[in-house]
Nanobody, 122 residues
Framework: QVQLVESGGGLVQAGGSLRLSCAAS????????MGWFRQAPGKEHEFVAA????????YYADSVKGRFTISRDNAKNTVYLQMNNLKPEDTAVYYC???????????????WGQGTQVTVSS
């Protein structure tokens, strides 16, 4: 099982940028697809982005496409989420997770970590 620790969240004005990091330990990170999800107050977890284990493929929710970029460094066991042109509706707790394709969406594997809070002010 992969253990995950998210960091990099904070308070930013609309139009600003943040870079989230997710440090992984445990079973082989480099063979696992990874993803980011977010949960706004009172809402369910929402898929944000995913990256294949080889880094060859990336996937994004329509709401973040063109603004967010997911990447990974397998040598550092870390996955990143670069978030640009942030909007107030991006405010949420962001979580990383190992993921698998369910046939219609990316599904998180294992339990959620502590997440990192992103707050975007208007």
């Amino acid at each position: 099982q992969v253990q995950l620790v998210e960091s990099g969240g904070g308070l930013v004005q609309a139009g600003g940028s943040l870079r989230l990091s997710c440090a992984a330990s445990g079973r082989t990170f480099s063979n696992v697809h990874m993803g980011w999800f977010r949960q706004a107050p009172g809402k369910e977890h929402e898929f944000v982005a995913a990256i294949s284990w080889s880094r060859a493929y990336t996937y994004y929710a329509d709401s973040v496409k063109g603004r967010f970029t997911i990447s990974r460094d397998n040598a550092k066991n870390t996955v990143y989420l670069q978030m640009n042109n942030l909007k107030p509706e991006d405010t949420a707790v962001y979580y990383c997770a190992a993921v698998e394709w369910s046939g219609s969406t990316w599904r998180p594997l294992g339990s959620w970590g502590q997440g990192t809070q992103v707050t975007v002010s208007s």
